[in-house]
């Protein structure tokens, strides 16, 4: 991991102490909530629909065990809000189409699909307290909100895949350090989201964000970034656009420069809709590329350039050396397969455990296990303040004391040495994290929807629950094989619905909450294939057709599969049409029985 340098840390500190002054004085009256709201914006504090939400940053997914036990310590001493507005809050839960509302959860954080942890109950006037304690352990909520660049996300597997190429965590903190309170781009058009990764296959979905980076080597070895520019989700949809093949890694910040720039320049402010890069570049097109292009040129030339040197990217480099893992000998290692073979044999839990949350590490005395909090009756990317305290152990213990925040708003381990997985799976087990569940259907993405945020149109979380107890059976999901599933509670898509196999948004209709489904989308994974955005299933669907429409689409998917194909593959060959009378045939069937 990074290692904050004493002016990193003050620097922290010091947004801390100066975020507690301007929360002083806008309780005093001094400051009044119009001037107020940008400042605690700029440190990641919102307002929702109940209660102030904290949004924190977690560079690049990476945490260490400190940081989760002061997550843990917030969710369980902050996230308390006042018994009378939890009775309030719930009081508005009502039924949809006949599905419970879930209760309302305190005492916990939420991952998020672009690597971040939320918090929604913190009372605003202890708001200060957490940010100092956030500093305490180099954590901060810096440009998690506002027009600026947010959070860069990465692969989950980053310095330990086996595909990958270049380890994207060096390139990324650089980028991280030129983007923090960059005074040029405090005030873009819209927010600005960049993705990176060094892997041959996409973990990050960089094709879907403003900016994607691929770390890559030429035909000489020499290292360098194909860039995407345009993607996006929200209203328009759309895949980012390849805008350099090969850019050497010393000219990237040069290059970013000049993107972000001519966006800042050209960038829609009067229309919220049409303000984001990907409206631009599909409206501009290479006229766009164009002006970025000679706006390089113009930065090179003019001696103001932020060419890299090779003594930064080193310094930053020297952070991400190997953690103190014993080394396993081969001798030692072949003793621990044959353990882990043999109890296979004898454990089918822990063979789909093996087959699902463990998987290959660039050491092969080592192995990356995703940590499963997908389960029933509590929220997808929901963690209570027990389950990250106990995380922060079991990093410890099998980990070198870190853990990843992956896409899929789970946590992943990334150092477990191979003689220690089958403590591992014991210990994950007895937590609740060892569900195999990973990647199959209820592994499932979704936003915290209108339950908690005062954009959405429609609950997502019922949604997500009601799908989770029809398919609890692990049988017939590994029967269904690997399968994404994503729902938003609105068009801003926090959930990722468009890159879903299967997507479901909310939406309003005539004042209720209706659901949109959507099939074929993808990330860009191996399993997604290329990225793009799924197709519309008709009309929208009223909550208590939602699980069957599912069902439909996945009893479509068993009748016309051949032999072990995949749900995203037997959709590509039959196609969209098959699937989408299955799941309209669903919603008369319902009809019918109402």
Not at 216 to 234: A, H, P, Q, S, T
Not at 342 to 349: I, L, R
Request: net charge negative; charged share 25%.
């Amino acid at each position: 991991m990074y290692q904050y340098t004493p002016f990193d840390s003050e620097f922290v500190k010091s947004r801390a102490a100066q975020y507690r002054d301007q929360l002083s004085r806008h309780l005093a009256g001094q400051l009044v909530d119009n001037d107020f709201r940008p400042l605690r914006l700029q440190n990641g504090w919102y307002v929702q629909r109940y209660a102030p939400m904290l949004r924190v940053a977690v560079p690049y997914g990476e945490l260490n065990s400190a940081q989760l036990r002061v997550l843990a310590q917030i969710a369980r001493d902050y996230d308390t809000p006042s018994a009378e507005l939890i009775e309030r809050a719930q009081s508005t839960q009502d039924k949809i189409g006949g599905i419970d509302a879930p209760k309302l959860t305190t005492n916990y954080g939420h991952f998020t699909t672009r690597q971040n942890v939320q918090f929604n109950w913190i009372p605003l006037d202890k708001s200060a307290d957490v940010m100092e304690l956030l500093a305490s352990v180099n954590l901060h909520g810096i440009q998690t909100s506002g027009n600026c660049i947010r959070n860069i996300t990465s692969d989950e597997r980053a310095g330990i895949a086996v595909d990958e190429d270049v380890d994207p965590r060096p390139y990324a903190e650089v980028l991280r350090q030129w983007s923090t309170l960059h005074p040029e781009f405090a005030y873009l058009p819209r927010k600005f989201k960049i993705a990176i990764t060094g892997a041959t296959e996409d973990r990050a979905a960089i094709e879907w964000h403003d900016i994607g980076l691929r770390l890559l080597r030429d035909d000489e070895g020499n290292v360098g970034f194909k860039i995407y520019v345009g993607g996006g989700m929200g209203r328009t949809p759309i895949i980012g656009t390849v805008i350099r093949e090969f850019l050497p890694w010393n000219q990237i910040i040069n290059y970013l420069e000049a993107v972000v720039r001519v966006y800042n320049s050209w960038g829609r402010r009067d229309n919220i809709y049409k303000a984001r890069i990907k409206i631009l570049v599909k409206a501009e097109g290479q006229r766009y590329f164009d002006e970025v292009n000679e706006e390089f040129d113009r930065i090179l030339e003019s001696g103001a350039h932020h060419t890299i040197p090779q003594v930064e990217l080193d310094r930053v480099s020297a952070c991400f050396v190997l953690p103190p893992v014993d080394v396993v000998s081969d001798e030692a290692q072949e003793k621990a397969e044959q353990a882990l073979l043999a109890q296979a044999k004898a454990d089918k839990e822990f063979t789909r455990w093996l087959q699902q949350n463990v998987t290959s590490h660039q050491n092969p005395g080592l192995r990356v296990v995703t940590l499963s909090f997908k389960r029933l009756g509590q929220a997808p990317g929901d963690a209570t303040a027990d389950q990250l305290a106990i995380a922060a152990d079991l990093a410890e213990k099998y980990s070198s004391s870190e853990v990843r925040v992956n896409h899929d708003q789970n946590l992943v381990l990334p150092w477990v040495r191979i003689d220690q997985l089958a403590e591992l799976y014991q210990d994950a087990k007895a937590a609740g994290f060892a569900r195999a569940n990973v990647h199959l259907l209820t592994d499932m993405i979704a936003c915290p929807g209108g339950d908690y945020c005062a954009l959405a149109n429609a609950r997502s979380l019922p949604i997500a629950a009601a799908i989770t107890e029809r398919y609890q059976d692990l049988d017939e999901l590994f029967d269904l094989g690997e399968i994404d599933l994503h729902i938003s509670g609105c068009i801003n898509s926090c959930g990722h619905h468009h890159s879903g196999h299967i997507g479901i948004l909310g939406v309003d209709k005539d004042g209720q909450e209706w659901y949109q489904v959507t099939l074929g989308g993808s990330d860009g994974s191996f399993l997604s294939g290329p990225s793009k955005a799924g197709k519309v299933v008709g009309p929208s669907f009223a909550a208590a057709e939602v699980v069957d429409v599912v069902e439909a689409v996945l009893d479509t998917y068993r009748d016309k599969r051949e032999g072990h194909e995949t749900f995203a593959r037997t959709l590509n060959r039959v196609g969209f049409d098959v699937f989408k009378a299955a799941a309209n045939s669903a919603r008369n069937t319902t009809a019918r029985a109402a």
